[in-house]
C-alpha cells in the first residue's frame, strides 16, 4: 500500500508538471527539456556503491585491506557439508543445491568484507545512480567472459532478472519487487527503472545478483532441478559431482577478472572440496581423522572438548577464534503461526517461560553464549531501554493495535538461577495457559476445544536433541507433550518449505543494513507463500509498515529507528523462543592453511585464505 501511495503522488505531481509545461511557449519548452536532461546526465559513473555514507576504497585502489596481495595460489581447502544435494540449480524452489554452487557465477558488484554496505564494480566497470534514485545504470566490462569464452551482455543482466522474478524462487519477487522495468541503454550498459525512489538500497541488491548466461539457460527449463553443470563466469567451475555426497570445485586459471583490484589476493585455493555427512558429528570425526582439512565449528561442546588430540598438541591443526562485528540474528525455537495452537499470545509468552537456557548453557554449552534478546543483535539497530522519540512517531499510531509493552517497559527474557529448578516460571506459565483456555484435564493440558495439546518440534540434526530434551520435560511438568522428530534433509526441507511443521530450529540472519530482505521475512504477503522466507507465518499489519519503513529509510539514523521499531513489535509479538549468540567464528585447520592477520570485521572471508606447505 505504501508502494502505491507514493506511486500515486508522484503521478500526481508529474501530472501537474506536464499541465503547466504544456501552457509554455515553444521555445520555453525546449529550454525546460534542455535543463531536464543536463539534470539528468548530473548523475555521474562511480566504481562503486556505499549504502549510507561514502565508499572506503578510492577509484584506484590496488587491493582491499584484508587481503594479503601476494598470497600463493594452490593446495585445497576440503570441508565438510550436512545433509546431501540433488541440484546445481540453487534459485529455484525445486530440489537442494549443492553447496558453494554460487562460487561459479559473478555479480554486477562485489561488497567489501570491511565496511557495513558498499559495493565495487565486478561484471560492471561503472554504476550511476540517478540523483532522485529513480534508476541505476550499470556499464559492463568489455573483458567480462562467461567459462565458455562468451561475452557478458546486457541481454544476459535484463534474461537473469526477468528469469529468477518469473521463475525462481519466491524471494526474487519479493526483494525486487519495486522494479518496473530492466531495459538496455547502449551496447555495455543496462538500466533498472524503479517503481519508488525511496528503496535506497535496491541498486545495491540489484549488485548482488549473480548473472546467468542467456545462450545457455534460453533452451532449457530453468524450473527444473539439474546436475548438469552450468556455464558461469565466476572464479570457479565445477570440476566433480557425486551427487548427495560430493561437490569439487576447481579454481578457474584464465578468470577472466583475476587481476582486478577486487580480486587481489582472493580465490587461492586450486580447489575447493565440500564432502557430505549425515551429522556434524560424524563430520567432526573426518575432520579428526584428516579426511578434512577445514572446520567452522558451531557447537560448544565440541569446540571446548572434542579437539584436544595429539594434532592439536603438535600443532598439525590450529584452533582459533575470531572476533566479528555482525549482527548475530536471531537463531530460536520458531513457532508455525499457520497452527491454531500457536495464535494466541499468551500461549506463545508461556511456551517461552519453559526453557530454561541459563541451565542449558551452563550444563551444555560451557557457558559460552549470552542469550539473544533482539532480531538484530550485536548491532546498534537492536532495540534498548524504551522508545527513543523518533522510534514513538512511528509506532504511536499504531498503539491500539500493540501490546502495552511496547511502550513501557524493556523488553527483557526471564532468567532462572541455572540449577534446573524454574518453579516460578511454570506458575506464570500456568497462569497465562489458563487465561487462554488451556486447562489441565487428568494431568494433561487441554487446549479451549478439550483437545490433548501435542506439539512436534521438527529437527534434521540428532546433536540438537540434548538441548530439546530439558525444555520438554520442563513442558511435560506443564501437561503439554512434546514430541521430537528427527528426519533426513529432504525430507525437512520439503516440510519447511510446505509449512507443514510445528516447531523447528530456525536462524534469521541479519546484516548490519537490513532493507528489502525484511519484506520476506516478516510481510503478511508471504506468510502463504510456500518456500518464502517468512517461516513464521506472521500477518501483522503494523510490521507491515515498519517494514517498508526499513525498506525506504533515507539515510542511516531513520534505518536504525526504523529496524529498532520493528525489532521491538517483534519480541513483544512473542513469535519465537529466542535462543543464544556468540560474536565471533569458530574455526580449525590444517596448519597449513593460512590467512591475513588483519582479518575483516563484517565476513570470514575463507576467499582470503590460502595453502603454504612450507
Given at each position: 500500500?505504501?508502494?502505491?501511495?507514493?506511486?500515486?503522488?508522484?503521478?500526481s505531481?508529474?501530472?501537474?508538471?506536464?499541465t503547466?509545461?504544456?501552457q509554455?511557449?515553444?521555445?520555453?519548452?525546449?529550454?525546460?527539456?534542455?535543463?531536464a536532461?543536463?539534470?539528468?546526465?548530473?548523475?555521474?559513473?562511480?566504481?562503486?556503491?556505499?549504502?549510507?555514507?561514502?565508499?572506503?576504497?578510492p577509484?584506484?585502489?590496488?587491493?582491499?585491506?584484508?587481503?594479503?596481495?601476494?598470497?600463493?595460489?594452490?593446495?585445497?581447502?576440503?570441508?565438510?557439508?550436512?545433509?546431501?544435494?540433488?541440484?546445481?540449480?540453487?534459485f529455484?524452489?525445486?530440489?537442494?543445491?549443492a553447496?558453494?554452487?554460487?562460487?561459479?557465477?559473478?555479480?554486477?558488484?562485489?561488497?567489501?568484507?570491511?565496511e557495513?554496505?558498499s559495493?565495487?564494480?565486478?561484471?560492471?566497470?561503472?554504476v550511476?545512480?540517478a540523483?532522485?534514485?529513480?534508476?541505476?545504470?550499470?556499464?559492463?566490462?568489455?573483458?567480462?567472459r562467461?567459462?565458455?569464452?562468451?561475452?557478458?551482455?546486457?541481454?544476459?543482466?535484463i534474461?537473469?532478472?526477468?528469469?529468477?522474478?518469473?521463475k525462481?524462487?519466491p524471494?526474487?519477487?519479493?526483494?525486487?519487487?519495486?522494479i518496473?522495468?530492466?531495459?538496455?541503454?547502449g551496447?555495455q550498459?543496462?538500466?533498472f527503472?524503479?517503481?519508488?525512489t525511496?528503496?535506497?538500497?535496491?541498486?545495491?541488491?540489484i549488485?548482488?545478483?549473480?548473472?546467468?548466461?542467456?545462450h545457455?539457460?534460453?533452451?532449457?527449463?530453468?524450473?527444473?532441478?539439474?546436475?548438469?553443470?552450468?556455464?558461469?563466469?565466476?572464479?570457479?567451475?565445477?570440476?566433480?559431482?557425486?551427487?548427495?555426497?560430493?561437490?569439487?570445485?576447481?579454481?578457474?586459471?584464465?578468470?577472466?577478472?583475476?587481476?582486478?583490484?577486487i580480486?587481489?589476493?582472493r580465490?587461492?585455493?586450486?580447489?575447493?572440496?565440500?564432502?557430505?555427512?549425515?551429522?556434524?558429528?560424524?563430520?567432526?570425526?573426518?575432520?579428526k581423522?584428516?579426511?578434512?582439512?577445514?572446520?567452522?565449528?558451531?557447537?560448544?561442546?565440541?569446540?571446548?572438548?572434542?579437539?584436544?588430540s595429539?594434532?592439536?598438541?603438535?600443532?598439525?591443526?590450529?584452533?582459533?577464534?575470531?572476533?566479528?562485528k555482525?549482527?548475530t540474528?536471531?537463531?530460536?525455537?520458531?513457532?508455525?503461526l499457520?497452527?491454531?495452537?500457536?495464535?494466541?499470545?499468551?500461549?506463545?509468552?508461556?511456551?517461552?517461560?519453559?526453557f530454561?537456557?541459563?541451565w542449558?548453557?551452563?550444563?551444555?554449552?560451557?557457558?559460552?553464549?549470552?542469550?539473544?534478546?533482539s532480531?538484530?543483535?550485536?548491532?546498534?539497530?537492536?532495540?534498548?531501554?524504551?522508545?527513543?522519540?523518533?522510534?514513538?512517531?512511528l509506532?504511536?499510531?499504531?498503539?491500539?493495535?500493540?501490546?502495552?509493552e511496547?511502550?513501557?517497559?524493556?523488553?527483557?527474557?526471564?532468567?532462572t538461577?541455572?540449577?534446573?529448578n524454574?518453579?516460578?516460571?511454570?506458575?506464570?506459565?500456568?497462569?497465562?495457559?489458563?487465561?487462554?483456555g488451556w486447562?489441565?484435564?487428568?494431568?494433561k493440558?487441554?487446549?479451549?476445544?478439550?483437545?490433548?495439546?501435542?506439539?512436534?518440534?521438527?529437527?534434521?540434526?540428532?546433536?540438537?536433541?540434548?538441548?530439546?530434551?530439558?525444555?520438554?520435560?520442563?513442558?511435560?511438568?506443564?501437561?503439554?507433550?512434546?514430541?521430537?522428530?528427527?528426519?533426513?534433509?529432504?525430507?525437512?526441507?520439503?516440510?519447511?518449505?510446505?509449512?507443514?511443521f510445528?516447531?523447528?530450529?530456525?536462524?534469521?540472519?541479519?546484516?548490519?543494513?537490513?532493507?528489502?530482505?525484511?519484506?520476506?521475512?516478516?510481510?503478511s504477503?508471504?506468510a502463504?507463500?510456500?518456500?518464502?522466507?517468512?517461516?513464521?507465518?506472521?500477518k501483522?499489519p503494523?510490521?507491515d509498515?515498519?517494514?517498508e519503513?526499513?525498506?525506504t529509510?533515507?539515510?542511516?539514523?531513520a534505518?536504525?529507528?526504523?529496524?529498532?521499531a520493528?525489532?521491538?513489535?517483534?519480541?513483544?509479538?512473542h513469535?519465537?523462543?529466542?535462543h543464544?549468540?556468540?560474536?565471533?567464528?569458530?574455526?580449525?585447520f590444517?596448519?597449513?592453511i593460512?590467512?591475513?592477520?588483519?582479518?575483516?570485521?563484517?565476513?570470514?572471508?575463507?576467499?582470503?585464505?590460502?595453502?603454504?606447505d612450507?
Amino acid at each position: 500500500m505504501l508502494n502505491t501511495l507514493k506511486q500515486a503522488t508522484r503521478l500526481s505531481h508529474q501530472s501537474k508538471v506536464q499541465t503547466k509545461v504544456q501552457q509554455l511557449a515553444k521555445a520555453t519548452l525546449a529550454c525546460f527539456a534542455l535543463t531536464a536532461s543536463s539534470i539528468a546526465l548530473a548523475a555521474t559513473p562511480q566504481h562503486g556503491l556505499a549504502m549510507h555514507g561514502d565508499l572506503k576504497y578510492p577509484a584506484d585502489f590496488s587491493h582491499f585491506d584484508y587481503v594479503n596481495p601476494d598470497a600463493p595460489k594452490g593446495g585445497t581447502l576440503k570441508q565438510a557439508a550436512l545433509g546431501t544435494f540433488d541440484s546445481l540449480n540453487p534459485f529455484i524452489i525445486k530440489g537442494v543445491p549443492a553447496t558453494g554452487i554460487g562460487l561459479i557465477y559473478d555479480s554486477l558488484m562485489e561488497s567489501s568484507a570491511d565496511e557495513p554496505f558498499s559495493e565495487y564494480g565486478l561484471l560492471a566497470e561503472t554504476v550511476t545512480r540517478a540523483e532522485d534514485n529513480s534508476w541505476v545504470e550499470f556499464e559492463l566490462r568489455k573483458e567480462a567472459r562467461f567459462h565458455d569464452g562468451k561475452p557478458v551482455t546486457p541481454e544476459d543482466v535484463i534474461f537473469t532478472f526477468n528469469t529468477l522474478r518469473e521463475k525462481g524462487r519466491p524471494f526474487y519477487r519479493a526483494y525486487y519487487a519495486d522494479i518496473a522495468e530492466i531495459v538496455k541503454t547502449g551496447s555495455q550498459t543496462v538500466r533498472f527503472n524503479f517503481k519508488s525512489t525511496k528503496n535506497r538500497e535496491l541498486p545495491l541488491i540489484i549488485g548482488q545478483v549473480p548473472v546467468l548466461p542467456k545462450h545457455y539457460w534460453q533452451d532449457k527449463d530453468f524450473s527444473k532441478t539439474t546436475l548438469t553443470p552450468p556455464v558461469g563466469s565466476g572464479p570457479y567451475k565445477i570440476a566433480k559431482v557425486d551427487s548427495g555426497r560430493s561437490i569439487h570445485y576447481q579454481r578457474v586459471e584464465n578468470y577472466w577478472g583475476k587481476d582486478l583490484p577486487i580480486n587481489a589476493g582472493r580465490h587461492n585455493f586450486d580447489k575447493l572440496a565440500f564432502e557430505y555427512y549425515r551429522d556434524s558429528t560424524v563430520a567432526l570425526e573426518a575432520f579428526k581423522a584428516g579426511d578434512l582439512n577445514y572446520r567452522q565449528e558451531n557447537s560448544s561442546k565440541f569446540w571446548a572438548t572434542a579437539y584436544d588430540s595429539p594434532a592439536l598438541k603438535e600443532g598439525r591443526i590450529a584452533k582459533e577464534s575470531i572476533d566479528h562485528k555482525n549482527p548475530t540474528g536471531m537463531q530460536a525455537f520458531t513457532f508455525n503461526l499457520r497452527r491454531d495452537k500457536f495464535q494466541d499470545i499468551r500461549v506463545r509468552q508461556a511456551l517461552n517461560l519453559a526453557f530454561d537456557f541459563e541451565w542449558t548453557n551452563q550444563n551444555l554449552f560451557y557457558g559460552a553464549y549470552s542469550r539473544t534478546e533482539s532480531y538484530f543483535s550485536n548491532s546498534e539497530l537492536a532495540a534498548k531501554g524504551l522508545p527513543s522519540a523518533e522510534e514513538k512517531a512511528l509506532l504511536e499510531p499504531f498503539k491500539d493495535q500493540l501490546p502495552k509493552e511496547v511502550f513501557s517497559k524493556e523488553f527483557k527474557l526471564n532468567k532462572t538461577r541455572g540449577d534446573g529448578n524454574i518453579r516460578n516460571e511454570l506458575r506464570q506459565a500456568t497462569r497465562l495457559l489458563g487465561q487462554a483456555g488451556w486447562k489441565v484435564k487428568d494431568g494433561k493440558r487441554v487446549d479451549q476445544n478439550g483437545n490433548p495439546v501435542e506439539i512436534e518440534m521438527l529437527l534434521y540434526d540428532s546433536t540438537f536433541e540434548r538441548v530439546v530434551h530439558p525444555y520438554k520435560k520442563n513442558l511435560e511438568r506443564l501437561g503439554i507433550t512434546l514430541n521430537i522428530r528427527i528426519v533426513d534433509t529432504t525430507q525437512y526441507i520439503n516440510r519447511v518449505r510446505g509449512f507443514d511443521f510445528d516447531m523447528i530450529v530456525y536462524s534469521i540472519g541479519q546484516s548490519n543494513s537490513p532493507g528489502n530482505e525484511q519484506r520476506e521475512f516478516w510481510h503478511s504477503e508471504y506468510a502463504d507463500k510456500e518456500n518464502s522466507g517468512n517461516i513464521i507465518g506472521i500477518k501483522n499489519p503494523v510490521v507491515d509498515v515498519l517494514v517498508e519503513k526499513v525498506i525506504t529509510a533515507e539515510n542511516r539514523q531513520a534505518l536504525v529507528t526504523a529496524t529498532r521499531a520493528l525489532d521491538r513489535v517483534l519480541l513483544w509479538g512473542h513469535y519465537v523462543v529466542p535462543h543464544w549468540g556468540i560474536t565471533q567464528y569458530r574455526v580449525a585447520f590444517d596448519h597449513r592453511i593460512k590467512h591475513p592477520e588483519n582479518t575483516p570485521p563484517y565476513q570470514l572471508a575463507t576467499d582470503t585464505w590460502w595453502y603454504q606447505d612450507k
